[in-house]
């Protein structure tokens, strides 16, 4: 059997134009309060900011609420968990409203205006590339067929 493969370079999956900052866990403090970090990172990722700016303040508001409660000594988790799930569906809210704002004027953008550089096509990997150019099965073995002149 003979298997070829292409190696992709580090930081190959990662999309281009993220400007994520890794994130540090606390093992006192609920992963939904976590998840409500990255929800609001995400949203502000979209566009939420400029597009749905009403909802993303809305979820950066009660994210400084969960961050109030997550720093306070007395903290209370279950209304922690609980504010930071609504954080989460609220930044959600905002990306979803951003993502839907880029799309109906996306079409009337790119009407208007061709781009200055055409992009480049990039290499596809080997793994991606379609069916068609893949090498073909070898055909099937025929079925064998039993003598039972021999059995007794």
Sequence with gaps: MDAKFELIDRG?????GYKFDPVILNAKLPLE?????????????????RYASSSYEKAVSQMNEADALASGKHENKKTLVALSR??????EDAREIAVKHMTKNAPKASA????AVKPTPRPVPMRNRSAASAPKPPPPMPKPTLDTSRVK
């Design 112 to 115: 208007t205006r061709e781009p």
């Design 33 to 49: 309060f976590f998840e409500a970090r990255n929800a609001l990172r995400i949203a502000q990722s979209a566009g939420a900011e």
């Design 12 to 16: 190959g999956y990662i999309p281009t």
């Design 86 to 91: 609504e954080t989460v569906q609220t930044a």
